[in-house]
Protein backbone atom coordinates (compact mmCIF):
# COMPACT_ATOMS: atom_id res chain seq x y z
CA UNK A 1 0.00 0.00 0.00
CA UNK A 2 3.09 2.65 0.56
CA UNK A 3 4.07 2.13 -2.69
CA UNK A 4 0.65 3.64 -4.26
CA UNK A 5 0.34 6.38 -2.15
CA UNK A 6 2.49 9.74 -3.00
CA UNK A 7 2.80 13.05 -1.34
CA UNK A 8 -0.18 14.51 -3.82
CA UNK A 9 -2.52 12.62 -1.76
CA UNK A 10 -1.45 13.91 1.29
CA UNK A 11 -4.43 15.54 3.64
CA UNK A 12 -6.92 13.28 1.61
CA UNK A 13 -9.20 10.70 2.91
CA UNK A 14 -8.39 7.07 1.89
CA UNK A 15 -11.75 4.57 1.54
CA UNK A 16 -11.16 1.38 2.25
CA UNK A 17 -12.42 -2.30 3.36
CA UNK A 18 -11.73 -3.59 7.08
CA UNK A 19 -8.69 -6.27 5.43
CA UNK A 20 -6.75 -2.83 5.57
CA UNK A 21 -6.74 -2.40 9.39
CA UNK A 22 -3.44 -3.30 11.63
CA UNK A 23 -1.20 -1.51 13.60
CA UNK A 24 1.55 -1.61 10.00
CA UNK A 25 -1.68 0.10 7.75
CA UNK A 26 -1.84 2.57 10.65
CA UNK A 27 1.75 3.24 10.85
CA UNK A 28 1.73 3.87 6.75
CA UNK A 29 -1.56 6.25 6.95
CA UNK A 30 0.34 8.66 9.52
CA UNK A 31 3.40 8.80 7.78
CA UNK A 32 1.58 9.88 4.63
CA UNK A 33 -0.80 11.96 6.71
CA UNK A 34 -4.06 10.62 5.16
CA UNK A 35 -7.55 10.99 7.10
CA UNK A 36 -8.33 7.33 7.81
CA UNK A 37 -12.00 6.45 6.53
CA UNK A 38 -11.25 2.62 6.77
CA UNK A 39 -13.71 0.48 8.11
CA UNK A 40 -13.66 -0.42 11.35
CA UNK A 41 -14.08 -4.19 12.72
CA UNK A 42 -14.79 -5.95 15.51
CA UNK A 43 -13.51 -8.78 17.09
CA UNK A 44 -14.09 -11.39 19.25
CA UNK A 45 -15.70 -10.06 22.58
CA UNK A 46 -15.50 -6.70 21.52
CA UNK A 47 -18.03 -5.93 19.29
CA UNK A 48 -18.30 -2.73 17.78
CA UNK A 49 -19.95 0.32 19.52
CA UNK A 50 -23.36 2.36 18.27
CA UNK A 51 -21.05 5.22 17.57
CA UNK A 52 -18.13 3.19 15.23
CA UNK A 53 -21.36 1.00 13.07
CA UNK A 54 -22.79 4.29 12.55
CA UNK A 55 -19.39 6.04 11.44
CA UNK A 56 -18.65 2.47 9.26
CA UNK A 57 -22.24 3.35 7.55
CA UNK A 58 -21.04 6.80 6.54
CA UNK A 59 -17.40 5.22 5.28
CA UNK A 60 -19.24 2.98 3.44
CA UNK A 61 -21.74 5.51 1.90
CA UNK A 62 -18.95 6.97 -0.32
CA UNK A 63 -16.41 3.42 -0.86
CA UNK A 64 -19.72 1.72 -2.39
CA UNK A 65 -20.12 4.38 -5.13
CA UNK A 66 -16.65 3.87 -6.40
CA UNK A 67 -16.83 -0.19 -5.95
CA UNK A 68 -20.46 0.39 -8.19
CA UNK A 69 -18.03 1.67 -10.71
CA UNK A 70 -15.64 -0.78 -11.08
CA UNK A 71 -18.14 -3.21 -10.84
CA UNK A 72 -20.17 -1.93 -13.70
CA UNK A 73 -16.84 -2.19 -16.02
CA UNK A 74 -15.99 -5.45 -14.88
CA UNK A 75 -19.13 -7.42 -15.38
CA UNK A 76 -21.13 -4.84 -18.13
CA UNK A 77 -18.19 -4.20 -20.24
CA UNK A 78 -15.80 -7.19 -19.74
CA UNK A 79 -13.03 -5.92 -17.70
CA UNK A 80 -12.30 -3.49 -20.51
CA UNK A 81 -9.57 -1.15 -19.28
CA UNK A 82 -9.28 2.41 -19.91
CA UNK A 83 -5.92 3.71 -20.61
CA UNK A 84 -6.45 7.39 -21.93
CA UNK A 85 -4.90 10.29 -20.03
CA UNK A 86 -7.56 12.39 -19.13
CA UNK A 87 -11.63 12.39 -17.46
CA UNK A 88 -12.68 13.50 -21.42
CA UNK A 89 -10.90 11.01 -23.38
CA UNK A 90 -11.96 8.04 -20.88
CA UNK A 91 -15.43 9.14 -21.18
CA UNK A 92 -15.09 8.85 -25.03
CA UNK A 93 -13.46 5.89 -25.10
CA UNK A 94 -16.12 4.07 -22.19
CA UNK A 95 -18.61 6.03 -24.64
CA UNK A 96 -18.00 4.17 -27.91
CA UNK A 97 -17.39 0.79 -26.20
CA UNK A 98 -20.52 0.69 -24.10
CA UNK A 99 -22.97 3.27 -26.49
CA UNK A 100 -25.85 4.90 -24.38
CA UNK A 101 -29.41 3.13 -25.78
Known sequence: MEQLLTEKDEGQPLYADSAYTGEDQEAVYKKK???????EKGYRNKPLTEEQIANN?????????VEHVFG??????HGSIVRTIGIARAK???GMIHPVK
Open 33 to 39: KFINKII
Open 92 to 94: AKI
Open 57 to 65: KEKSRTRVR
Open 72 to 77: FVENSM
